[in-house]
């Protein structure tokens, strides 16, 4: 679990080292906040994503099922900063199992909460999904600003990262995959 005592000392200690003086008004409670912060933030990292799959049987469906434009929030590994975007998650089922909806939000968010890189997020929840279901293919696409290329660096806000995972057929049958992009993007 977090320690949360850490972090709060750990804070105190980047804002006298930046100059600042904890002990002012404004940053009295900053350690406490930022340590609750973390706590929320980093949840992924004290779950697995597995324990939230649920399995259903629907007789002979073996059509595209997709959820598109899952919010999400993560924290770059780089630089401790956000990455804020979207993902598309489309699979194919195998033999009528399918996957409860919102299960697909649910990995998406507990992936993304913990120090993480975007294109490992993709791969992970791709991969999750293919072993929980063993589907004919899965399609992970997230689209993200990074507030490390936003804020510092080459500082080019709006700037998006695009990331695809894909497995099974979606990766080897071009047709598939074409279809699969169409709708992600809308076409």
Same mark, same amino acid.
């Given at each position: 679990?977090?320690?949360?005592? @850490?972090?709060?000392?750990?804070?105190?200690?980047?804002?006298?080292?930046?100059?600042?003086?904890?002990?002012?008004? +404004?940053?009295?409670?900053?350690?406490?906040?930022?340590?609750?912060?973390?706590?929320?933030?980093?949840?992924?990292?004290?779950?697995?994503?597995?324990?939230?799959?649920?399995?259903?049987?629907?007789?002979?469906?073996?059509?595209?099922?997709?959820?598109?434009?899952?919010?999400?929030? #993560?924290?770059?590994?780089?630089?401790?900063?956000?990455?804020?975007?979207?993902?598309?998650?489309?699979?194919?089922?195998?033999?009528?199992?399918?996957? +409860?909806? #919102?299960?697909?939000? @649910?990995?998406?968010?507990?992936?993304?909460?913990?120090?993480?890189?975007?294109? @490992?997020?993709?791969?992970?929840?791709?991969?999750?999904?293919?072993?929980?279901?063993?589907?004919?293919?899965?399609?992970?696409?997230?689209?993200?600003?990074?507030?490390?290329?936003?804020? @510092? %660096?080459?500082?080019?806000? %709006?700037?998006?990262?695009?990331?695809?995972?894909?497995? %099974?057929?979606?990766?080897?049958?071009?047709?598939?995959?074409?279809?699969?992009?169409?709708?992600?993007? %809308?076409?």
């Amino acid at each position: 679990m977090v320690d949360k005592d @850490r972090i709060k000392a750990a804070v105190r200690e980047i804002l006298e080292a930046i100059g600042e003086d904890p002990d002012r008004e +404004g940053l009295v409670e900053t350690p406490d906040r930022v340590a609750r912060m973390y706590e929320e933030i980093f949840a992924g990292l004290h779950m697995d994503p597995r324990d939230v799959v649920k399995v259903f049987k629907e007789e002979n469906h073996e059509e595209m099922v997709m959820v598109k434009d899952i919010p999400l929030y #993560s924290i770059c590994e780089h630089h401790l900063l956000p990455f804020v975007g979207s993902a598309s998650v489309v699979y194919l089922p195998r033999k009528g199992k399918v996957m +409860g909806l #919102s299960k697909l939000a @649910r990995i998406v968010d507990i992936v993304a909460k913990k120090p993480q890189l975007q294109e @490992r997020l993709s791969s992970q929840v791709a991969d999750i999904i293919m072993e929980a279901i063993d589907p004919l293919g899965v399609a992970v696409v997230i689209e993200a600003e990074h507030l490390c290329m936003t804020m @510092r %660096g080459i500082k080019k806000p %709006g700037a998006k990262t695009v990331t695809s995972a894909l497995r %099974g057929v979606i990766k080897t049958d071009s047709k598939t995959r074409a279809e699969v992009m169409s709708l992600i993007k %809308g076409i």
